[in-house]
């Protein structure tokens, strides 16, 4: 019997210990686990933190793009040497806006390397005007009129802006039928000036 009770008292003992190590691992593990919650919700926040800092570097992209303007479609090498004054003569032209003072720009340049293969499409020729209001005239004019011919080629201008802008207008353009459709059921638009 006092065998039996010596062994049952070691057992119990043991068991004692056993529990004992689990507690100090299970506190350890809830320390790890505090920790890490605590890293998570960290993350979380710079996570947040991040992404409106990208929102504000976007919007200060797009603010310092506002004067540029892209044109699509002017033939390679169509400017000759010098960009400006193709530009600053073909402009008033092709949009029929008289510019009051005269265009003026800040820089004007193809965007991307040179093509070799002229069966390619023509890289975008990006202009900086030094007038905010003569680039707000041209997109204006774009967004109204559309397209202009030069020479039998079509000419498209638009405002330059970030990737991230552009990806997110790219989005909307599913919607422009149906935009078209509500314009031509409330007489917002005529389909006759197509």
Same mark, same amino acid.
């Given at each position: 019997?006092?065998?039996?009770? %010596?062994?049952?008292? %070691?057992?119990?003992?043991?068991i ?7 507690? @100090?691992?299970?506190? #350890? ?16 926040d ?5 992404l409106?800092?990208? +929102? ?11 004067d540029?303007?892209?044109?699509? =479609? ?15 003569? @073909?402009?008033?032209?092709?949009? #029929? ?11 004007a340049?193809?965007? =991307? ?13 990006? %202009?900086?005007?030094?007038?905010h209001?003569?680039?707000?005239q ?5 967004? @109204?009129? =559309? $397209?202009?011919?030069?020479? =039998? ?11 991230? @802008? ?7 353009? +599913? ?15 005529? $389909?006759?000036?197509?």
């Amino acid at each position: 019997m006092d065998f039996a009770m %010596a062994s049952l008292t %070691a057992e119990t003992k043991s068991i004692r210990m056993d529990i004992a190590s689990f507690q @100090t691992r299970v506190l #350890g593990l809830e320390q790890q686990v505090a920790t890490v919650e605590a890293q998570t919700a960290s993350f979380q926040d710079r996570n947040q933190e991040l992404l409106f800092l990208c +929102s504000k570097m976007t919007d200060l992209e797009d603010r310092r793009r506002r004067d540029n303007v892209r044109f699509l =479609g002017f033939p390679e090498n169509i400017e000759g040497e010098d960009i400006h004054a193709f530009l600053w003569e @073909t402009l008033p032209k092709l949009s #029929g806006i008289t510019f009051d003072p005269p265009l003026e720009f800040q820089r004007a340049h193809r965007l =991307g390397p040179r093509r070799l293969d002229m069966d390619t499409r023509p890289r975008p020729i990006i %202009a900086c005007l030094l007038h905010h209001t003569q680039a707000h005239q041209l997109i204006q004019r774009a967004h @109204t009129q =559309g $397209p202009c011919q030069l020479d =039998g080629h079509t000419i498209r201008m638009s405002a330059d802006f970030s990737k991230e @802008t552009s990806e997110r207008c790219r989005g909307f353009l +599913s919607l422009r039928p149906r935009l078209r459709q509500m314009e031509v059921k409330y007489g917002l638009f005529d $389909p006759a000036q197509m």
